[in-house]
């Protein structure tokens, strides 16, 4: 019997998905990180953020990509929405800071109006539990420029306060487009702006 549960058990292990991002109730990880805003770096630190509201953690596969550039663009859009609510957005992709630089201060995407975090070393996509893929090699950007760097999957959390996720948008499970994950979480932090009242 107990070689038949630890079979089981082995066979859960390899057949359960590699990844799986962190869920609603969970404890985000915390994390302190060099950031953009603008253009000017600055080392932002999510306890910190969680201080004045809830927080809007987007992870996204890079910058100058169709889908980045259109969530870039759409949280900029709605950067005053989020403020009013309370809540910080910080992005977080593998992009160094030379290229999340000028992808923070460009009008047509992040337009200063909230900052991106440098996750090269990809250890803070993993502490959320996110799948990471390798460079590969050639890939180019919108631009022409090579990448050079691993993608991190498209997931949004919104933090609590107390620092528990309270939503979270997957392109992957919820075949999310990349200005939904903008959407959703507007609507998320507004409806805990109006039940803290």
């Given at each position: 019997m107990k070689k038949l549960l630890l079979g089981l058990a082995v066979t859960t292990l390899f057949t359960a998905p590699a990844f799986a991002a962190l869920k609603v109730g969970d404890t985000a990880p915390d994390f302190s990180a060099t950031a953009s805003l603008g253009g000017k770096e600055f080392n932002f630190k999510l306890n910190e953020a969680l201080k004045k509201g809830p927080a809007v953690v987007y992870f996204y596969p890079s910058a100058y990509t169709g889908g980045c550039d259109l969530e870039a663009h759409t949280f900029a859009e709605n950067a005053a929405k989020f403020d009013a609510a309370g809540a910080t957005i910080i992005g977080v992709?593998?992009?160094n800071m030379e290229r999340l630089n000028q992808f923070a201060a460009d009008p047509n995407f992040c337009?200063?109006?909230f900052p991106i975090a440098s996750d090269e070393s990809l250890k803070i996509a993993q502490s959320y539990n996110l799948e990471t893929t390798p460079a590969k090699t050639g890939a180019k950007d919108v631009r022409g420029v090579e990448i050079?760097?691993?993608f991190i999957e498209?997931?949004?959390f919104v933090v609590g306060k107390d620092h528990k996720i309270v939503a979270v948008m997957s392109s992957k499970q919820d075949k999310l487009s990349p200005d939904q994950h903008v959407e959703k979480s507007l609507e998320m932090v507004q409806?805990?702006?109006m039940a803290s009242k």
């Open positions: 992709s593998a992009d337009a200063g109006k050079g760097h691993g498209r997931v949004t409806k805990m702006k």
